[in-house]
């Protein structure tokens, strides 16, 4: 791998260097994926497909993918949200919006940067639903809302690899690749 690593001119990291950082298995299985993801982007797709780069192959297989995290009980919520408020209110305004939002914690500290498009896409959507009874999509029930949600999707061409979802996997992406150009710990982080 350090062959191959210099080869391309870059940098090595082997699993052994990963783990002795302190890294679990789900972190190294979560960056092989995007490892792939970003060879697949690239044309790559054997390579990203094969059996070499596998998490069995480079030793991580095997880590259980259960979450141990639980939800914060509204109580514990609001006692911590007051202490953040008296200590700073920035702080206590990253964690209502990570709360809000489901944003990671970076993604809360990072928000800042996306606020004008947020605003004008709400603003929009605002607008919209006002219009249609507090509705985006103005139909009786949410059954309803969503058969038409998914038909005009499909009718819209977004489906298999481009189904309503990749609007997701797009803005994770895109976050990543913000952070990487910004953020030079990060990128030392991952060498």
């Not at 080869?7 to 298995?25: E, F, I, P």
């Not at 702080?91 to 004008?120: I, N």
């Not at 949410?142 to 009718?155: D, N």
Request: glycine share 8%.
């Amino acid at each position: 791998m350090k062959r191959l690593a210099q080869q391309a001119g870059g940098a090595h990291k082997t699993v052994s260097d990963r783990m002795a950082q302190g890294m679990d298995k789900r972190t190294l299985q979560n960056e092989m994926a995007m490892i792939r993801v970003v060879l697949r982007q690239a044309g790559r797709v054997k390579l990203a497909d094969s059996d070499r780069i596998s998490n069995r192959a480079v030793g991580i297989s095997g880590a259980s993918r259960n979450g141990t995290r639980r939800a914060i009980t509204d109580g514990k919520y609001q006692a911590v949200q007051e202490s953040a408020r008296l200590k700073d209110p920035g702080l206590a305004a990253a964690l209502e919006l990570a709360r809000l939002m489901g944003l990671r914690s970076q993604e809360a500290v990072r928000c800042p940067q996306s606020f004008s498009k947020w605003k004008q896409a709400l603003d929009n959507a605002i607008g919209i639903a006002g219009q249609r009874n507090g509705r985006l999509i103005d139909r009786a029930t949410l059954k309803e809302a969503m058969q038409f949600w998914r038909r005009q999707a499909e009718r819209l061409g977004l489906t298999g690899q481009n189904s309503p979802h990749s609007l997701r996997y797009a803005w994770a992406q895109m976050l990543f690749a913000i952070i990487w150009r910004r953020d030079s710990v990060n990128r030392r982080r991952w060498r």
